[in-house]
């Protein structure tokens, strides 16, 4: 008892961690001071962990934007690794549209931009809609991802919103797969996905997103995702999730 007394006394983030854990977030109690006066805490002053002790390292992706009229469609992809990721390295694998806005049920392969991802950081790409010829580039530079045919044909990624598919590839291999909705596609590498598809993208009172449950799992099924209250484009999915039943 003394010594949980003494590390009390002489550690307020101790303190607080017990007395979160007892009570939830609140004030924190000043009656027994430290050396170093603490403000009181607050429920809105919680402490937010940016990201988690994992034991995936690899990219993934981390949430598919719900297609809206006049807007890019986007998709985020984070860095889970402790080591900086060459994007160019890897491509992303999902359903397409042509620039005269013809939309593919089939898939194909865009390469990302010639850029690092630092760890525990994310990286959001987004379709482009614009007749600007600087957005459609094999040699990408930017954050669009586009695709140049061999027969001049342009092409960007074309999500939908009862079905699809996301594919992170290296070397012609999965790294992170996805499919939702009313979609069977299977995976490059055999046993990167089990069962059934995530739910379809859709909520009905605003525009929202796919993301995966944080914090972050990969166990390659519809268990790591849920469709959200609120899209998190380029930030930790930390909100809570739509409730579909």
């Given at each position: 008892m003394?010594?949980?007394?003494?590390?009390?006394?002489?550690?307020?983030?101790?303190?607080?961690?017990?007395?979160?854990a007892?009570?939830?977030c609140?004030?924190?109690s000043?009656?027994?001071?430290?050396?170093?006066p603490?403000p009181?805490?607050?429920?809105?002053q919680?402490?937010?962990?940016h990201?988690m002790p994992?034991?995936?390292?690899?990219l993934l992706?981390?949430?598919?934007?719900?297609?809206?009229p006049g807007?890019q469609d986007w998709i985020e992809?984070?860095?889970?690794?402790?080591?900086?990721?060459?994007?160019?390295?890897?491509?992303?694998?999902?359903?397409?549209?042509?620039?005269?806005?013809?939309?593919q049920?089939?898939?194909?392969?865009?390469?990302?931009?010639?850029?690092?991802l630092?760890?525990?950081s994310?990286?959001?790409?987004?379709?482009?809609?614009s007749?600007?010829?600087?957005?459609?580039?094999n040699?990408?530079?930017?954050?669009?991802l586009?695709?140049?045919?061999?027969?001049?044909?342009?092409?960007?990624?074309?999500l939908?919103?009862?079905?699809?598919?996301?594919?992170?590839?290296?070397?012609?291999?999965?790294?992170?797969?996805v499919?939702?909705?009313?979609?069977?596609?299977?995976?490059?590498?055999?046993?990167?996905?089990?069962?059934?598809s995530?739910?379809?993208?859709?909520?009905?009172?605003?525009?929202s997103?796919?993301?995966r449950?944080?914090?972050?799992?990969?166990?390659?099924?519809?268990?790591?995702?849920?469709v959200?209250s609120f899209?998190?484009k380029?930030?930790?999915?930390?909100?809570?999730?739509y409730?579909l039943?």
């Amino acid at each position: 008892m003394q010594y949980i007394k003494s590390l009390l006394q002489n550690s307020y983030l101790l303190r607080l961690l017990l007395v979160n854990a007892l009570f939830g977030c609140g004030q924190l109690s000043q009656s027994n001071p430290t050396s170093e006066p603490q403000p009181p805490f607050y429920l809105s002053q919680c402490p937010v962990v940016h990201h988690m002790p994992s034991t995936i390292h690899h990219l993934l992706i981390t949430e598919i934007g719900e297609p809206q009229p006049g807007y890019q469609d986007w998709i985020e992809i984070y860095n889970a690794s402790s080591e900086p990721l060459l994007l160019s390295e890897y491509t992303l694998r999902t359903q397409y549209q042509s620039q005269y806005g013809e939309k593919q049920n089939s898939l194909t392969d865009f390469v990302f931009p010639n850029k690092w991802l630092e760890p525990y950081s994310y990286y959001v790409v987004f379709a482009t809609h614009s007749t600007d010829r600087n957005h459609w580039s094999n040699d990408l530079t930017t954050d669009y991802l586009t695709k140049i045919q061999q027969d001049n044909t342009m092409y960007t990624l074309s999500l939908q919103k009862t079905r699809g598919s996301v594919e992170l590839l290296r070397n012609d291999q999965t790294v992170d797969f996805v499919r939702y909705g009313a979609n069977f596609e299977a995976p490059k590498t055999a046993l990167h996905w089990q069962g059934g598809s995530a739910p379809a993208l859709g909520h009905p009172l605003r525009f929202s997103s796919l993301m995966r449950k944080y914090p972050y799992e990969d166990t390659q099924s519809s268990y790591d995702w849920v469709v959200s209250s609120f899209a998190t484009k380029g930030g930790i999915n930390d909100i809570d999730p739509y409730d579909l039943a």
